[in-house]
Every structure is written in structure tokens, then in C-alpha cells.
């Protein structure tokens, strides 16, 4: 899975085996695509692990997507 670079919003694009699936509004939406794609637990995965994730320009630590909703 790549996680494209932030928009002007701070929101990311996501992509998956070459198919855009979406944009990330907030970082939990990462496991939500990785659900989709069809990984199991993916509620544990950790969202920094290259072997899931790709991360392009910067890393959720970053910053670039707005925080959770409370």
C-alpha cells in the first residue's frame, strides 16, 4: 500500500497493486484501507511498518493528516 504525499488539505491519496482506493483523512483510515485490501487484524498493524505501508514524502508522524475525531 503507498500513501501518497499530502494535498493541500493534508490529506493523503492511497493506493493499492496500482489502483487508487481512496484518501486518507485521518491516520486510522490506514488500517481501514489495509481491512479493504484484505489483511487480516489489521487493526493491529503497525501503520510504520514498510512491509504494509509505503509512506511517500513524510510518515503519519509527521503531521500531514489532521488528527483523530474525538
Not at 499530502?6 to 497493486?17: E, H, S, T
Amino acid at each position: 500500500m503507498i500513501v501518497c504525499p499530502p494535498d493541500d488539505q493534508g490529506w493523503r491519496r492511497v493506493r493499492y497493486d496500482g489502483i487508487a482506493i481512496g484518501v486518507a483523512h485521518h491516520p486510522a483510515d490506514i488500517r481501514v484501507f489495509l481491512a479493504a485490501a484484505g489483511l487480516e487484524n489489521a487493526q493491529d498493524v503497525d501503520r510504520t511498518d514498510p512491509d504494509f505501508v509505503e509512506w511517500r514524502s513524510a510518515g503519519p508522524e509527521a503531521g500531514s493528516l489532521p488528527a483523530e475525531p474525538p
